[in-house]
């Protein structure tokens, strides 16, 4: 049983009676022991384990802790329990509903909202009264889905002052932004939860507990569905000092008000810490306790280490020397270098810090900053395949068609929704064998929003590209008589149309990619983004870098080839992308981390850089609304990831740009440096 290697404390929670439990668990305490002790006791209590919800912070998370229980009990028994993240479960109960839920990335809708938005006109009252750009506001919209259930409108007028003559507009930006993720069933991370929260309502859960892990970090639209499942017990683990996510919407008045929704609240502590060295956590505790402390808790070390080192205060007089002295201190450590992590506040951080690692050659892996599923040119061919499994899918097809040369997003929405009507209702129909030859391009009523987008009467010819020389059969197809087409688009187009037509009748996964990588249409992406990152500030391309920058995305290609390889199904194969490419995607070596990032995980040698006052904390964060509190939560998790090892560094100016820096408060706070500007010798460690 998981509950014989539990201390005391974890032992109490572990077993505690049904109804709302909440378990305080602060950094290397062993709360994932602590659940999947739960999850043993519940099923030695005769609680079917399809009776379980395990709601986690990743999907990794969950497989982890699932993975642990299967050790003490079969993994047929494991694997019925419900677990994952708020959004994978959701995915999964609702594909067994409804099977017309088309997953997007934020990315992906992010491009559909703007070209809702380009059509706009907004008329300027003053000066001083500008509206949102397109993505800026779809941020904010996503914000406020997390962040609270009032009207939209209300939000954002008590948030941001002298945008009421736009409120209007941006509402109906909105409108048609829901009717046409309804139009092509496609759904967001937000949606997920949303639509969630609404079929719980109808349909009984069957889960007689729900554990939620990371509970600090749950926001308002993850607390609504839990409400709304109203399970008979709830067992939730978190750590209020390491709430970190206020910008995505997470509220840590959740965590503190646990005890007031539920009056027979029951509250466990763990203080065992068996982590971090005595000196480590001393040092995060003396930071942490600057905050107000929401539930009593004082950390006991259990390591007995006869010698434990120090952590060191690094001074650096520039930016680019702290980064380089780092770097040849890494290559020094006798710590594998998979046990060491570089970790920052900003992304900003880590470009400095990789390239100096590079130059003394040490590989390293970078994770809460660009994934190898953001690259623009696995994008591009996930999006191709997505058009096969799903050709409503107009995301899509507005991804792919911004390559095209003279084709926006908007018009692109409009070719597909041409396509759309030629297929009656289906795209891929449209654009192989259209249902009639008529002219697919009706004149809208004008808009007063809309005016700048409203074509003129007379639609274009197509014997305007009969000097191209294409396909007889395809220049004869009504969708070139769209009046913005040019040349470009319809090579482009003639491209895409040869490529679905030879994947007409091909099914499985890699058969799919491997055609996609070979075809005209992706040599032609590729090219264009190999250009793009080859072309110098002069404007002249590089030939070198742009050879360099083509073997990349081959190489990228490859892999992704690789990995469809696993799947039998092409809709198997991308919705894994989708949920899980992120954790597909991680390197080796030394881990390059933004403090986001490295929750969760522990290192033998930690290097918390760029400690200046402005970068950690970030001043201009704080001032659009975040809080020093929670600049002082996120230096507590990134120094409680350490184990054996933590080094705090900090540079006096920055080259480059000619900036000052003054170190950050949380230097003086863990007394590192004294208020008078002494350095303490014994705990720091000066680098000329």
């Not at 170190?663 to 500007?677: A, R």
Request: aromatic fraction near 10%.
């Amino acid at each position: 049983m998981p509950l014989s290697s539990l201390n005391e404390e974890q032992l109490e929670a572990a077993k505690a009676p049904f109804g709302y439990n909440l378990v305080i668990a602060s950094a290397g305490t062993g709360k994932t022991s602590t659940i999947v002790g739960r999850i043993g006791y519940l099923l030695s209590q005769g609680v079917g384990p399809e009776e379980i919800l395990l709601l986690t912070f990743t999907n990794k998370a969950a497989a982890e802790m699932v993975e642990r229980v299967a050790g003490y009990f079969n993994k047929d028994i494991a694997q019925r329990i419900e677990a994952g993240t708020f959004h994978a479960v959701s995915y999964r109960w609702l594909k067994k509903i409804d099977r017309r839920i088309n997953l997007k990335q934020p990315s992906e809708l992010k491009t559909l909202f703007r070209s809702i938005y380009e059509k706009r006109t907004f008329h300027h009252i003053d000066a001083d009264s500008k509206p949102f750009a397109a993505n800026y506001l779809y941020d904010l919209y996503s914000l406020f889905q997390n962040a609270t259930q009032e009207p939209f409108h209300i939000w954002l007028s008590r948030r941001h002052k002298g945008q009421e003559p736009f409120v209007n507009i941006y509402l109906d930006i909105i409108r048609e932004f829901e009717a046409t993720k309804a139009e092509f069933d496609f759904i967001d991370f937000n949606g997920l939860l949303i639509l969630m929260r609404e079929t719980v309502k109808k349909y009984e859960i069957p889960f007689k507990e729900v554990l939620i892990d990371e509970y600090q970090d749950t926001n308002e639209l993850q607390g609504s569905l839990l409400d709304a499942m109203n399970a008979p017990s709830l067992f939730c683990v978190g750590d209020y000092d390491q709430s970190i996510y206020a910008f995505n919407g997470a509220n840590i008045n959740i965590i503190a008000s646990f005890t007031q929704k539920f009056s027979d609240a029951r509250v466990f502590t763990l203080t065992k810490n068996y982590r971090s060295t005595a000196p480590i956590l001393e040092l995060a505790n003396r930071v942490i306790e600057y905050n107000e402390r929401i539930y009593p808790k004082q950390l006991e070390v259990v390591r007995k280490d006869r010698v434990a080192d120090m952590p060191k205060l690094l001074i650096f007089e520039t930016l680019s020397q702290q980064y380089k002295t780092i770097s040849q201190m890494i290559r020094r450590s006798t710590a594998p270098h998979n046990e060491i992590a570089v970790i920052f506040r900003n992304n900003a951080s880590a470009d400095g810090i990789e390239v100096m690692l590079k130059e003394v050659g040490i590989s390293c892996r970078r994770k809460g900053g660009r994934s190898f599923f953001d690259a623009k040119e696995i994008k591009a061919v996930l999006d191709i395949a997505t058009l096969i499994s799903n050709s409503r899918d107009m995301m899509a097809f507005i991804h792919i068609f911004e390559y095209a040369r003279g084709i926006g997003s908007a018009t692109a929405k409009e070719i597909f929704e041409g396509f759309v009507t030629l297929g009656k209702g289906d795209m891929l129909t449209g654009l192989l064998q259209p249902a009639d030859m008529t002219n697919p391009f009706k004149k809208r009523t004008t808009n007063y929003q809309l005016g700048l987008f409203d074509h003129p009467s007379q639609i274009g010819s197509v014997s305007r590209f009969s000097h191209i020389g294409l396909d007889e059969n395809f220049m004869a197809h009504p969708i070139l008589k769209h009046p913005a087409l040019n040349s470009d688009g319809v090579r482009f187009l003639y491209d895409y149309y040869k490529l679905m037509v030879s994947l007409k009748n091909k099914k499985q996964p890699n058969t799919i990619i491997r055609s996609i990588l070979s075809s005209g249409l992706y040599g032609f992406i590729a090219e264009q983004l190999a250009i793009r990152r080859a072309t110098l500030k002069n404007g002249e391309v590089d030939s070198a870098k742009k050879d360099d920058a083509l073997e990349r995305i081959r190489q990228k290609g490859v892999l992704l080839l690789q990995l469809s390889h696993s799947y039998r199904t092409l809709e198997k194969f991308l919705n894994a992308m989708i949920l899980g490419g992120r954790e597909l995607s991680e390197g080796e070596g030394v881990n390059l981390l933004t403090v986001h990032a490295s929750k969760g995980l522990e290192f033998d040698e930690v290097y918390v850089i760029d400690l200046m006052d402005g970068r950690f904390p970030n001043r201009r964060l704080i001032e659009r609304g975040g809080s020093i509190e929670e600049e002082r939560r996120l230096f507590y998790v990134a120094v409680t990831r350490a184990k054996n090892r933590l080094f705090l560094s900090y540079a006096k100016y920055d080259e480059l740009k000619d900036i000052t820096f003054s170190p950050s408060q949380f230097l003086f706070e863990s007394s590192l440096l004294k208020k008078d500007g002494i350095y303490e010798r014994l705990k720091s460690l000066s680098v000329p």
